[in-house]
């Protein structure tokens, strides 16, 4: 076994580069290890991202926006995705942020005011009507709703009058008897009525009266509802946003028919604090997964939330992408969104476009967004800055060389233009990578010009020959560490040959640790790789050993006549005995070789099954690493199963919830524990024990439990009867 030195061991140390490759549109570039991001949530396996919700947060100009449009492009033009879109801030008084993109995609802009959501249309079914009646009023009268007044508008919701916002009003306030006199319900129905005429006569008059008032189409790519010339505290954005809501669910959700739909929601912290509408969202983000349904949330600070209820939407979302803030934002962000500190630590440093990426429990990277001309050019939210800085310009009549342009100020790098290119290289690398799985060994250089010594080592990785390669690939770099330097482009150029051989022996992990130790070295572009090749000992034609120089007569051994006639018969017994021992050898390798075929046949790397303990349905999953060293092992329960008490054993990891009385303006959450244990390698089946207390249970007693046996050919046994467990395929 070749041993590298100290010095060089900590340098090739894991450095937090993932390696976890997911399926779907391109989106950039990892800034750690240089490899291309892709990701269209819902492609993703469920074991790796439960839920397809997402969290988008950084200061202004940080690109958070651009990045929320630039993808949504991306899913409607490469995947036919529908997108619907709350757009509260625009640069132009004209239209909001998303409007250009949106027209662009034959989209509709709808903007307030001039669009009329009718709350009474008959399309919603008259439970659905009249929640949304109440939000409405919720929201410009809170304390309107009493029993009587709710009795008087159920009564009048009732009326064939009722079939508009207006004429709701008057069967209100001239009500036909029912179960009560008239009089009675009129003036039982005075407050709400009061309430609504802020809508049809009051400063809300537009959104939702009027002779056209109606629904969206349900069959366009997108839709942005543009709130912009709102004022941000006026109660019309709860309003419209409870309207909206309601027809997302009840009507473009059962009516579209797209692969996947989105609702993005853009500066939503004033739509998350309002709890007319938090409860809303909530409901929506439950239901996400059944409904083929992702929320898309976008916000400067989680600071804008306050505590509590918001926040804990916040939390729901499994993919977040973090950009520039401040370093107390970023602390706070980081301890709700369980950031690694080196995440942390880079929020408030980054450059625009740029963004931590949280995907799932195990994915964190810093990810640079690219765009192509027209992309930048249709997600510009620059215009007003730009427009302000050439006016200064031409009034200082400030002489500029027409040879070079003056180099921009760090604020003005907020506009797109600055962030690179999207090539269309990189798309096709993309394609190829995902499409084929190649080896990044033949995608992410181009024919590198290296010496002899490593097109040996990398040939030996691509025959099989695992070992050897690694080996002549340690011993190279110590040469070139000893003659060079370890901080040479020769040493850092075996760093790469060594990436490329783990990534062709199936260790991703090891191959991103080894390109992030590269990029954080700043020695990608060595000149040594411009050097040309040595031609004189290519790696086909490597040297072989030295000759071994003739015999001398000093150097033979006397002559021994009884020595002679012995060996014949002794090298010819040591020749059969080797001959056994090989055939035996081979016929317990090719056992074992079948073996481990059979296994890698069947091997699924995941296993998931639902349990019911205590009266409680329980749903478990056990996800074995890709490198096969260790096991995820999860239970997640649902509050509406009111669980007491969920605890989780598997070896020496524990993990265990007891659920505490909801505080004012919290909601319950659901249930999930997850321990992590090692395993010899990833044929291993291991066991989880888990513990359930029901409604019923009692604090100090035994809660039931079940012991189960997870394989990773996608089967699980109980491990008290031995029964086989029916897995549950929509959590794999």
Not at 47 to 59: C, D, H, Q, V
Not at 498 to 515: D, F, P, Y
Not at 559 to 566: E, I, L
Request: proline share 7%; charged share 25%.
């Amino acid at each position: 076994m070749i041993r590298l030195p100290a010095t060089q061991a900590a340098i090739t140390a894991p450095l937090v580069a993932s390696s976890t490759g997911f399926p779907g549109i391109p989106i950039g570039r990892s800034e750690t290890d240089g490899r291309p991001f892709r990701l269209t949530p819902v492609l993703v396996d469920a074991a790796i991202l439960p839920a397809t919700n997402s969290l988008a947060l950084g200061g202004l100009g940080s690109g958070k926006s651009t990045t929320a449009k630039v993808r949504a492009r991306r899913e409607i033009l490469h995947h036919s995705h529908q997108y619907v879109v709350i757009d509260s801030f625009g640069e132009e008084t004209a239209a909001g942020e998303w409007g250009k993109l949106t027209e662009s995609l034959g989209g509709l802009v709808i903007q307030a005011g001039a669009f009329t959501l009718n709350p009474c249309s008959p399309q919603f079914e008259p439970d659905v009507r009249e929640q949304l009646i109440r939000s409405l009023i919720a929201a410009v009268e809170p304390g309107a709703l009493t029993p009587q007044s709710t009795h008087a508008l159920q009564h009048a919701l009732n009326s064939p009058k009722a079939d508009t916002l207006v004429g709701l009003v008057d069967a209100l306030v001239s009500p036909e008897d029912g179960r009560w006199p008239a009089a009675k319900l009129a003036v039982w129905g005075e407050g709400v009525a009061i309430a609504l005429s802020r809508y049809t006569e009051g400063s809300l008059r537009g959104l939702f009266d009027g002779p056209d008032a109606s629904l969206p189409p349900t069959d366009l790519p997108i839709i942005s509802f543009d709130f912009s010339s709102l004022d941000r505290n006026s109660p019309a954005i709860p309003a419209l946003m409870a309207a909206i809501t309601a027809w997302v669910e009840h009507i473009w959700l059962r009516q579209s028919t797209a692969m996947h739909r989105h609702l993005v929601l853009e500066e939503a912290w004033q739509i998350l604090l309002s709890p007319a509408t938090s409860e809303l969202i909530q409901r929506l983000l439950k239901n996400s997964r059944k409904a083929a349904l992702s929320l898309d949330v976008v916000m400067h600070t989680l600071s804008d939330l306050g505590e509590g209820r918001a926040q804990d939407l916040a939390r729901l979302c499994e993919i977040a992408h973090v950009g520039r803030l401040g370093p107390e934002e970023a602390a706070i962000v980081g301890t709700l969104l369980g950031l690694p500190a080196w995440a942390i630590a880079k929020i408030p440093n980054l450059s625009p476009g740029q963004a931590v990426w949280k995907v799932g429990p195990g994915f964190v990277d810093v990810i640079q967004t690219t765009l192509t001309d027209e992309e930048a050019r249709l997600t510009d939210t620059s215009t007003r800055r730009r427009k302000a800085q050439q006016a200064l310009t031409a009034d200082e009549e400030l002489p500029v060389p027409l040879e070079k342009e003056a180099a921009p100020e760090e604020d003005e790098l907020d506009e797109p233009e600055e962030w690179g290119e999207y090539e269309e290289h990189q798309e096709e690398e993309y394609e190829e990578h995902q499409e084929h799985e190649q080896p990044v060994a033949d995608t992410l250089h181009t024919e590198p010009r290296l010496d002899h010594r490593h097109y040996a080592a990398l040939q030996a990785a691509r025959e099989g020959r695992l070992n050897e390669a690694a080996e002549l690939a340690a011993l190279g770099e110590r040469e070139d560490i000893t003659a060079h330097g370890i901080n040479s482009p020769q040493a850092t150029a075996w760093l790469i040959t060594r990436a490329e051989i783990a990534e062709l022996s199936g260790n991703t992990t090891q191959a991103a640790h080894l390109r992030a130790t590269v990029a954080r070295m700043g020695n990608n572009d060595a000149a040594w790789f411009e050097q040309p090749v040595d031609t004189t000992a290519q790696w086909h034609h490597l040297p072989g050993p030295p000759e071994p120089p003739a015999p001398t007569a000093a150097d033979s051994p006397p002559p021994s006549g009884g020595r002679r006639r012995a060996w014949p018969y002794v090298a010819a017994v040591a020749a059969l005995a080797l001959a056994s021992a090989v055939v035996w050898q081979k016929g317990a390798d090719d056992d074992k070789r079948e073996q481990r075929q059979e296994q890698a046949a069947a091997y699924k790397g995941v296993s998931a099954t639902d349990l019911t303990i205590d009266g409680v349905k329980t749903e478990t999953l056990a996800s074995w690493s890709k490198d096969g060293r260790s096991v995820i092992l999860s239970a997640w329960v649902d509050s509406d199963e009111k669980p007491q008490f969920v605890r989780i054993d598997a070896g020496d990891q524990t993990a265990e919830k007891r659920t505490e009385p909801l505080q004012e303006g919290q909601f319950p959450m659901p249930v999930r524990l997850e321990v992590k244990v090692p395993v010899k390698d990833r044929y291993q089946a291991v066991r989880l024990t888990v513990s359930v207390g029901g409604p019923a249970w009692k604090e100090g007693t035994r809660a039931p439990r079940r012991v189960i046996e997870f394989r990773p050919d996608r089967t699980a046994i109980d491990a008290d009867t031995g029964q086989h467990l029916k897995q549950a395929y929509s959590h794999l």
